[in-house]
């Protein structure tokens, strides 16, 4: 059997509510030598019956069951392991991709001679929109993102926008025997993308606004503990040699913060549990009112302006370039812009390009179940 172009793998735990529109849109890309392998957290919920009837439909797809849950590092794991594309991509059970967009992004990387290429990501869902990951660079045109910067995008102080989140395809001699660090419940992607830049991997970084990410209470990335920080920490220094002075820079100030956040994480426990001996002294540490300040204005950030119709929008909105190509303009503030309009009924001027098209349609999924 000829191996397919691209596998994608997509963790699943108690996904049901989104999972079948998650799927299709992976099995509706218009490159179609895919495989899309599933694999199941041992949810409580339908979600095997949904994707095993996905599965009954389409050969492309394979359904793993764990039989106990084991956290999405292992999750992914189990899907890497089993992945036969000369790519890997990763789509979470709960987002939804452009039909063009694993086919565009192969496409940019084997001519930028990349390992590594990701897109801008569209925030939608049922908490405020109104933005995307790559909107603060201002990116018309594709850009090589490096281990220094990638690392200093944990800083809250640098400007960065969070590159941790990207939803990269990797060229699979690139992974090779590279798997998620399985002790990480929390910040495995970016644990994973880190040690193929340090190892030397090229990442082509992409502004087009191709893939939607769902923004929900529920959502994994935004829980942390005394646990998972001490996870982080573990599998920062537990990182390769760095190549070059700026990288080894970058990862001394992320092991500050990751230890700041760890004595934050350590206040906030003892509130919850009421442990005031150990609160108190913590309060008087200037680094944790610092980190409480961080955590207000980070809260306050997310109540943002949202256009109310399709007069928002620039006109005409930009056109899709060819893949790897330069936008006219930057796409980010218009996407962000479609995704929140949709959610809230509004609609797209007439002739709209057909990526527009799609980001409002996906947007409108904010409140569905399957």
Not at 91 to 101: A, E, K, T
Not at 104 to 133: C, S, W
């Amino acid at each position: 059997m000829t191996p397919p172009v691209v596998s994608v793998v997509m963790a699943n735990f108690r996904g049901a509510a989104h999972l079948a529109r998650a799927m299709t849109s992976v099995l509706a890309q218009s490159e179609r030598r895919l495989e899309l392998i599933l694999s199941d957290d041992a949810s409580d919920d339908d979600s095997l019956a949904i994707a095993r009837r996905i599965a009954a439909t389409d050969d492309r797809v394979q359904v793993i069951a764990a039989p106990r849950n084991a956290g999405p590092a292992a999750t992914r794991n189990r899907a890497l392991d089993a992945a036969r594309g000369a790519w890997i991509a990763v789509v979470d059970s709960d987002d939804l991709i452009h039909p063009d967009r694993l086919a565009r992004l192969i496409a940019a990387a084997e001519a930028a001679g990349a390992d590594l290429v990701a897109d801008d990501l569209v925030y939608f869902g049922t908490v405020p929109q109104g933005r995307t990951l790559l909107q603060p660079l201002g990116l018309s045109a594709p850009m090589m993102l490096d281990a220094a910067p990638y690392l200093r995008s944990n800083d809250p102080g640098a400007s960065l926008p969070p590159y941790g989140y990207l939803k990269p395809v990797i060229r699979r001699t690139a992974l090779a025997g590279l798997r998620y660090d399985a002790g990480l419940r929390i910040g495995e992607d970016h644990d994973l993308v880190l040690r193929l830049l340090i190892g030397g991997a090229r990442f082509l970084l992409l502004p087009d606004p191709l893939y939607a990410y769902r923004r929900h209470a529920g959502s994994i990335s935004h829980r942390l503990s005394v646990a998972t920080v001490e996870a982080m920490l573990q599998a920062h220094r537990a990182l390769p040699p760095m190549p070059d002075p700026e990288t080894r820079a970058a990862a001394a100030s992320v092991d500050r913060q990751l230890r700041r956040a760890l004595r934050y994480e350590h206040l906030v426990a003892d509130i919850k549990a009421r442990r005031w001996r150990g609160a108190l002294p913590r309060l008087f540490d200037p680094a944790m009112l610092s980190r409480l300040a961080e955590s207000l204005r980070d809260r306050r950030s997310r109540a943002v302006d949202l256009p109310q119709d399709a007069t928002a929008l620039s006109d005409p909105l930009p056109r899709m370039p060819q893949p790897g190509q330069a936008w006219d303009q930057p796409p980010a503030p218009c996407a962000a812009r479609i995704a929140a309009m949709a959610a809230q009924g509004g609609r797209l001027p007439s002739g709209a390009p057909s990526w527009a098209v799609w980001l409002s349609e996906a947007a409108v999924d904010a409140g569905s179940a399957q």
